[in-house]
Each structure stands twice: as C-alpha cells, then as structure tokens.
C-alpha cells in the first residue's frame, strides 16, 4: 500500500511550480541518487531554485528526502511515499465537464476559446489518478471530431469519477447499443477514459463474470450506490488495456496490422501517431509503412479508419483485415453501380 503526505497542499501551488516538484520526486524515486545540479539541468532551473523545491518537499509536503554522502546524491528513506494528490471535489468535477462540454461545441478559431481549451487541458493534469483524459483528442475534439459525439450528462461522469477514486462499486442500468437493450449490472470503474470527445469508464463488469469492460458514459441511463468497495483486478494496468485496442475497440487475439500509404497520402501518415505500438518505415516511390498491435475485435475499426482513404491506403496484414476491406469497398461501390459514368467522372 503506497504511502502519501499526510497533509493536502496548503496553499496554492503554480501549475509550473507543481510540475517541477513532481520531477525532482519522479528522479529521486528512480534510486539514480541525482544531486542538485543533476536536478537543475533536469527541470531547467538553477541549483537555487531546485534548492528552495527540495525544502518545500521536506518542510511542506513531508517529502522522506535525505542527501546519501557516498552516493552523492539524494533518495527517499520512504520508498512508498507519494505526492499528495491534489483534492477536488465532486462539485468542481461537475464545473470541469460541464466546461469540456460547452467548449467541444464551440469554434476554437478565437484566441478566447483557444485559452479556454488549454486551461482546461492544464486543469485535466490535476484531476485523480482513476481519471484519465485523453489530451490530445482533447485539444482537437472540441471542434474537430470526426462526428458527433454521444453526449454524457456531467453529474454522471462526476458520479464515474467519484466512484473510480473512492473504489466504489455501483449498480447502472446501461443501454447497449450492440444487443439494443437495458441491462441492470454492477461495475466497479477502475479508469475515466476519454476518447475523441467521448468519455468511457472502463470497469470491472459483475455481469460478465468480472469482465473488464469499456461502457460509454452516456449509455449509462441510471446509477446508484452499492454501499460497497473493490479492489482492483491484481495486474491491473489502465495504459495496457487501452493498447490492446484501436479507439475504443479491443477483445479477442492479439494481431498485428500492416498498413501502406501511397505517395499522396504519405506526408499526412508521416506526421501522425496513430496506434501507441505504430512503427513507421520508408517503402520505394515515396510511400510509407505503418504497423501496429491490436486485437482481432479491434480490426473492424481499423477498417473504418482505414476506409477514409481510399485508393490511397491498403491494408497488408491480416487476411483477415483485407477480407473486411475488399467486403466494405465492394458493398460500397455496388451502392454507385447505376450512375451514369458517361463523362467518365
């Protein structure tokens, strides 16, 4: 069981300040036993502020540091210590989503809403650790999606939040767009997740026989508590899970996809991060080469994606992926089969 400050913050800490004091904690605990001026060129300040950071460590946050003479540098004496998370409520949880709301329908062509979208992106840097926002979609889904997104009321993804800190088991009537039914269950949310303006709680699913699940929040038709606590699965690990698939798409065996993009569509692919496992490599006539790891539930997705580009991507690997591809293209050009194509358009 991981050790914290006793005491929350007691007074307000700069978003730059808190950040360097969380990497002079994040080295120390590395045992590479930095002293201050390996800590310095670290968070890009002089000794003297790094000086007066280890001091609040000690003095404020009751950080277990001690300076090691044969090493030369500085450890923890607490291996188990941990920087106090920071405290917020669920009213300013509420104030949070019901912001990235508003600010998702909203252009960001002003400077205003430009500001805005980043003070949110700084704020998300502070909520709990069973809350996890997706960043990057983040800055761009506010007037960017792709499509639009299944809204989710606040005070649900508040409720969500509150229940993945607290461990708390909770029972929701969920509607399920595959079976397109209500089912009662219970879940215990383990991480807040969310994807492209869209928010999931990934969870432990009672019904599916302890199951770890990704329910779309705005799905979630109901909620109320158990009076119950969990803990979660043993190995559990939030960054893994969400690898395994494409979006919000996983399950089955694991496969590996392969992907080439002709010369046109090449420089947009080369300046893109698609999958957290992608490997780019350079092909012949200026293409380029893309493979990643997903799961076989998550191919269907990757279809999709992959549709958007035409002619101007394929898909190499798996069988299984062609397959959908030539199934896809082919029900859509049968759909444009009586047009008349005299002018050869």
């Not at 229940?163 to 089912?183: D, F, I, K, W």
Request: negative net charge.
């Amino acid at each position: 069981m991981s050790k914290q400050a006793s005491l929350s913050p007691p007074r307000r800490v700069h978003m730059h300040a808190l950040a360097r004091l969380l990497r002079i904690c994040d080295e120390i605990r590395r045992g590479r036993y930095p002293n201050k001026r390996r800590l310095a060129e670290i968070v890009e300040r002089d000794i003297r502020t790094v000086q007066r950071d280890l001091a609040e460590l000690t003095n404020v946050y009751d950080a277990p540091i001690e300076f090691d003479r044969r090493q030369n540098g500085f450890h923890f004496t607490d291996p188990d210590w941990r920087f106090p998370a920071v405290a917020i409520t669920e009213g300013e949880l509420v104030a949070f989503f019901t912001a990235e709301r508003m600010l998702r329908r909203i252009d960001a062509g002003t400077v205003e809403i430009r500001l805005a979208r980043e003070a949110i992106r700084k704020l998300a840097a502070l909520l709990p650790e069973e809350v996890v926002v997706d960043l990057a979609a983040l800055g761009e889904a506010i007037s960017f999606a792709p499509e639009p997104a299944l809204d989710a009321a606040p005070e649900v993804l508040s409720r969500l939040a509150a229940a993945a800190a607290r461990r708390e088991t909770l029972r929701v009537l969920y509607y399920s767009q595959h079976r397109g039914a209500e089912t009662e269950r219970e879940i215990d949310v383990l991480k807040l997740h969310q994807w492209l303006g869209e928010w999931y709680a990934i969870s432990r699913d009672h019904l599916s026989g302890g199951e770890v699940r990704d329910f779309h929040a705005g799905r979630i038709r109901k909620l109320e508590a158990t009076g119950r606590t969990f803990e979660p699965p043993e190995g559990w690990n939030a960054e893994e899970h969400l690898k395994r698939g494409f979006g919000m798409f996983r399950g089955g065996e694991p496969v590996t996809v392969e992907i080439e993009f002709d010369a046109q569509q090449a420089p947009y692919a080369r300046e893109r991060q698609f999958h957290p496992t992608q490997q780019r490599r350079e092909l012949e006539g200026g293409r380029v080469g893309l493979t990643f790891d997903v799961t076989e539930a998550a191919l269907v997705q990757v279809a999709r994606w992959l549709m958007q580009y035409g002619e101007h991507a394929i898909a190499i690997t798996p069988p299984k992926l062609r397959r959908m591809m030539k199934r896809q293209l082919t029900a859509a050009t049968a759909l444009y089969a009586d047009d008349d194509d005299e002018n050869g358009e």
